[in-house]
């Protein structure tokens, strides 16, 4: 008895935190840029943090850091947007592609030079076209191309505080 409620329990617990179980997509209000590749966007009355999907754009104080949360501010703020949910990362963020106008913000930053196709998260076929628009964008030394001493965000960090 016992046995069955912990494999019931551990079933119902592992389907609230699983990051494959996100939700269907959809519209919502762009409230606030957090930076580059982190949205807050408001769907009926609920206010919801949104990581890009696929990309990662430079951090704070990191060069073009300024330029990639301007970009993504001109497309989407205040602007309806359309979230496609991929799965909640650590921090408890929804991670998505966000659609607007037909267009892809993901991709946008990464056309423009603002934003890395992050390797280790990027796995889905989408991500072989941001990978060439990257390619594109380094070849024509767009925005973090534009300086051969670009690092990505994701070692940035771990030279800033050690990690």
């Known amino acids: 008895m016992i046995r069955n409620v912990l494999t019931v329990l551990v079933i ?3 389907t609230c935190v699983s990051p494959s179980l996100a939700r ?13 590749d982190s949205l ?8 919801i943090e949104v990581r ?7 951090e704070y104080k990191q060069p073009f850091s300024n330029e990639a949360k301007a970009l993504a501010r001109k497309r989407v703020y205040g602007k309806k947007v359309l979230v496609r949910p991929e799965y909640y990362d650590s921090y408890k963020r929804l991670v998505a592609i966000v659609e607007y106008r037909g267009q892809t ?6 056309r423009a030079g603002l934003a890395w196709v992050y390797p280790k998260y990027c796995r889905k076929k989408i ?5 060439k628009m990257e390619k594109l964008a380094k070849k ?3 925005g ?9 965000p994701w070692k940035w960090k771990r030279l800033k505080h050690g990690n």
């Open 12 to 14: 119902l617990l592992s």
């Open 24 to 36: 269907e997509p959809f519209a919502g209000t762009v409230k606030k840029n957090i930076d580059g």
């Open 40 to 47: 807050v966007i408001l769907s009926g009355k609920k206010r």
């Open 52 to 58: 890009l999907y696929g990309v990662d754009c430079p």
């Open 105 to 110: 913000l993901n991709s946008e930053l990464v």
């Open 127 to 131: 991500c072989k076209s941001w990978k």
């Open 140 to 142: 024509e030394k767009k």
């Open 144 to 152: 973090i191309w534009s300086t051969t001493h670009s690092v990505p």
